[in-house]
């Protein structure tokens, strides 16, 4: 399994939760960019796909630009670029089908947690709050790579971008997850990197917590207008002043 970027974090006290989790009962996390560092994959897989196709590969940094609307807008975006043009609806399926063969076969070959993901996510969930997963990332892969980094466990509900008729950023799948446990939307928290999250989050009503670090489409996730940015998912912890690392 995996190491975590920042095991040091790990010997940190934590005193309780951020005030902005303060009469929150419902805290909705997203993944790719979130949770995990998913692109090496994603990119992989968009490389492979092209390839078998006789397209040019994009380099990682461009498929990083194209993350955040689900698979088959990332497979239209990269054949869009690759073609010069929209692909005809054949095509596209064509390769949908591939990307979603190559991604399958390797999710976490080069994916990693951020630092911080799995001390803050136990410490939620040790505190009695209802944590659920929402993705536009396609639900059979879910299990799968939450699995991998032994998070599973901490999440009672998962919702990918198929799941539901809608995926972020319409408000569908966070009110499916308020309505699943009969929580008022005023106590739930949306966490995410992308301005789809933030939307998702102010229309439904939850809270909007930003993470910087992720994927946005190159723009700052302060366009969004979230509640509040952090740098680092830990810092929805409240450290004992003066902590000290013990390892
Ligand atoms: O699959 C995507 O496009 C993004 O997935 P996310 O919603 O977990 O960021
Ligand atoms: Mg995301």
């Not at 196709?53 to 993350?67: G, K, M, N, Y």
Request: proline fraction near 6%; charged fraction near 20%; include cysteine.
């Amino acid at each position: 399994m995996k190491q975590e970027g920042n095991d040091k974090v790990h010997s940190i006290l934590y005193s309780g939760l951020h005030s902005v989790l303060q009469g929150k009962r419902l805290i909705a996390f997203d993944l790719d960019g979130t949770l995990i560092d998913s692109v090496p994959d994603l990119a992989a897989a968009v490389s492979r796909t092209l390839n078998e196709l006789d397209l040019d590969e994009p380099s990682e940094a461009e498929v990083r630009d194209w993350v955040g609307n689900g698979a088959p807008m990332l497979v239209e975006r990269a054949l869009t670029w690759a073609l010069q043009t929209a692909p005809e609806s054949a095509f596209q399926e064509r390769a949908f089908q591939t990307f979603m063969a190559h991604y399958g076969a390797a999710p976490n070959a080069l994916t990693t947690l951020y630092p911080g993901v799995r001390q803050t996510l136990r410490a939620l969930h040790d505190n009695g709050l209802t944590l659920v997963l929402i993705t536009n990332k396609p639900a059979r892969f879910i299990e799968p790579i939450l699995n991998h980094f032994e998070l599973l466990d901490y999440f009672t509900l998962c919702i990918g971008g198929d799941s539901l008729s809608e995926k972020k950023p319409h408000p569908l799948p966070l009110l499916h997850a308020a309505d699943t446990y009969q929580i008022s939307t005023s106590e739930c928290v949306m966490v995410g990197d992308s301005r789809h999250d933030i939307a998702a989050g102010k229309t439904a009503g939850f809270t909007t917590v930003a993470l910087p670090y992720g994927y946005n489409h190159g723009e700052p996730i302060e366009d969004s207008h979230p509640d509040l940015v952090l740098s680092s998912l830990t810092e929805l912890l409240m450290t004992v002043p003066h902590a000290t690392r013990t390892a």
